[in-house]
């Protein structure tokens, strides 16, 4: 089956700095999306992006199809972006989601 | 709008117990997913419906796991004989016709 791969596995950063997520990915998908899972387990939908780029606020994504990866880009990072990143990928419609481990951030005030 | 509820949110089950899990997904949302998400580990899938028809169940441990959706709308997973390594959060995910998923707050499973 298809691999994700996410880096860097943990991540420390003072508060407003900037950090770029990485997920690289085995196959061609189309269907990609990146997930914040806060501290009560919750996983919150923030883009979903099989190619090209999005922003929203102090987050935007790119993912570049033909070369299988993505970027998660955090600026101006706040304490409540704590928590962990999945990147998870899926082929065809409506078709189940491969996630990567995950990017455990913190951080600090 | 309502997100995707799960319930119970925290079940404790002594191994050997039969646990019953619901999800109630968006309105209107055709797909639905479970997933299970061990300890430090990302989500795992488990099995998709489409509508009532269960389309892929490759994901189901043993068959001691057991899914419906009998009238297109609420699922429910049924794990039989609960066995500890079942201990894990279950998550249930729904869709409309394009490919993103919205998740539950899950179900945390602990069997003792």
């Known amino acids: 089956g298809i691999q994700v791969e996410q880096s860097p596995p943990d991540l420390i950063l003072q508060e407003g700095a900037n950090s770029t997520l990485r997920c690289n990915f085995s196959d061609s998908v189309n269907n990609l999306q990146w997930f914040h899972q806060n501290p009560w387990g919750q996983l919150i939908n923030l883009f979903y992006?099989?190619?090209g780029t999005k922003q929203n606020g102090r987050l935007s994504a790119t993912t570049v199809a033909t070369e299988r990866y993505s970027l998660l880009y955090i600026s101006s990072s706040q304490t409540t972006d704590s928590g962990v990143y999945f990147c998870a990928v899926g082929v065809g419609a409506n078709s189940k989601l491969t996630f990567g481990k995950g990017i455990t951030l913190s951080v600090r005030p | 709008g309502a997100g995707v509820s799960q319930s119970p949110r925290y079940k404790v089950a002594k191994r050997g117990q039969d646990v019953a899990l619901r999800c109630d997904p968006i309105s209107g949302h055709v797909s639905l997913f479970w997933y299970q998400q061990a300890l430090g580990q990302g989500p795992e899938f488990l099995t998709y419906f489409q509508n009532e028809a269960q389309l892929d169940k490759s994901g189901l441990p043993s068959d001691r796991f057991f899914a419906e959706r009998p009238e297109g709308s609420v699922s429910t997973l049924k794990i039989q004989r609960t066995q500890q390594e079942d201990s894990a959060v279950y998550l249930c995910?729904?869709?409309?016709?394009?490919?993103?998923?919205?998740f539950g707050p899950g179900t945390r499973l602990t069997v003792t």
């Open positions: 995910a729904s869709s409309l016709r394009s490919y993103e998923q919205y």
């Open positions: 992006i099989p190619s």
